[in-house]
């Protein structure tokens, strides 16, 4: 569901600001929490709509909303951008409006300066793990990002799911978000020119946008694809859109993220909770989430050696890795839920909107 442009009068308590154009693992994560957050305060989505039924607010509507006199001591503007806390600080000091300021950290290294500066103009600091924590000055909450484990969910057999793919093979293997080598893809590439030759009932996606400047790197991992002969075993999805992202994740009984930075990575948590066994790299949150063999498998930051030996030792043994897969539902639904997320958010906003009515 598309949300829809909010109608007037509209008197919001929560202004969730998404600034950018593209469906990110930013917007995914506003997405995730909006519906939620309506279930206790008045939502509006500021900047582009989302596929969600909260209502929503263009950047040029809002001008208008700027000069509507509102009976609220204050709202909250939540921004996760650097440009959404950029235009919170000039609506609430150039242009007087009641706001208090909410940004979500999730980076695990210093901030650069201009970052900096916003953040500690920031009226509450949330910080998705202890480690992003430690590189802000102060921290209001801790609060780990989140999935819907009712949206993503085991499906009732994975290799039938897999058969409804159209994609042949018995079992899929993938890897999902940009391409770029950031995420690791030329690792996930490489790893499958190794182990596909010796793994016939496999084949690989890998699920992502590729921007115009990284077409180049593309299209090197397509020449080894082909130059290895398996081109036709490796399949490029592209962006896949939000509303089938879970459908992949159920199809495959391997993820694979390879990154190199993740600040958080909610990518190996969808799969987890969609019963798929994930092999990670030592970053982001990885390293806590995964019980070593037992839901996957973490390798060292760049060891390719290390990476398609635990991939090797998953594609040899399905049935192994199959059960992998369903042990990491559980994992997900205890400790990461959206409902926990939105919880801890919501615990924020509330001693807000206390001390200021």
């Not at 917007?27 to 309506?38: D, P």
């Not at 208008?64 to 000039?90: C, D, K, Q, T």
């Not at 030592?282 to 290390?306: A, M, S």
Request: hydrophobic share 40%; with cysteine.
């Amino acid at each position: 569901m598309q949300g829809t442009a909010a109608k007037w009068p509209v008197n919001p308590q929560v202004i969730l600001t998404n600034f950018n154009s593209r469906f990110t693992g930013i917007s995914a994560t506003i997405a995730n929490l909006a519906e939620r957050h309506e279930r206790r305060f008045e939502v509006v989505i500021l900047g582009n709509s989302l596929p969600v039924s909260t209502p929503w607010i263009s950047r040029w509507r809002f001008v208008r909303f700027l000069w509507r006199r509102s009976e609220r001591p204050v709202r909250i503007w939540h921004a996760r951008r650097n440009s959404e806390m950029l235009m919170g600080l000039l609506a609430k000091h150039l242009l007087r409006m009641r706001l208090e300021l909410v940004f979500t950290t999730v980076a695990l290294r210093r901030h650069s300066l201009i970052p900096r500066l916003l953040i500690s103009s920031m009226d509450a600091i949330i910080a998705t793990t202890e480690e992003a924590a430690s590189f802000v000055d102060r921290c209001d909450a801790i609060v780990p990002h989140g999935v819907d484990t009712k949206r993503f969910t085991p499906p009732a057999d994975k290799q039938q799911c897999w058969q409804q793919s159209g994609l042949p093979g018995k079992y899929g293997i993938g890897i999902f978000g940009r391409v770029r080598p950031e995420k690791g893809t030329d690792l996930f590439v490489e790893a499958m020119c190794r182990l596909l030759p010796q793994c016939p009932e496999f084949t690989a996606i890998i699920a992502g946008r590729c921007k115009r400047k990284d077409e180049p790197f593309k299209e090197s991992l397509v020449e080894k694809l082909a130059a290895a002969g398996i081109e036709d075993r490796v399949v490029w999805l592209g962006e896949v859109p939000s509303e089938e992202r879970h459908l992949w994740f159920q199809r495959i009984c391997v993820c694979v993220a390879p990154s190199r930075y993740e600040g958080f990575g909610l990518t190996p948590l969808e799969a987890m909770a969609s019963g798929a066994a994930v092999v990670t790299t030592r970053t982001g949150i990885y390293p806590t989430l995964i019980e070593e063999g037992k839901t996957g498998h973490v390798v060292e930051i760049g060891d390719l050696d290390g990476l398609s030996a635990a991939l090797a030792r998953c594609m040899a043994d399905p049935a192994a890795t199959l059960r992998m897969g369903r042990n990491g539902h559980g994992h997900v639904q205890r400790n990461y839920d959206i409902g926990h997320e939105a919880a801890g958010i919501e615990a924020v906003y509330q001693r807000i909107l206390n001390g200021r009515d």
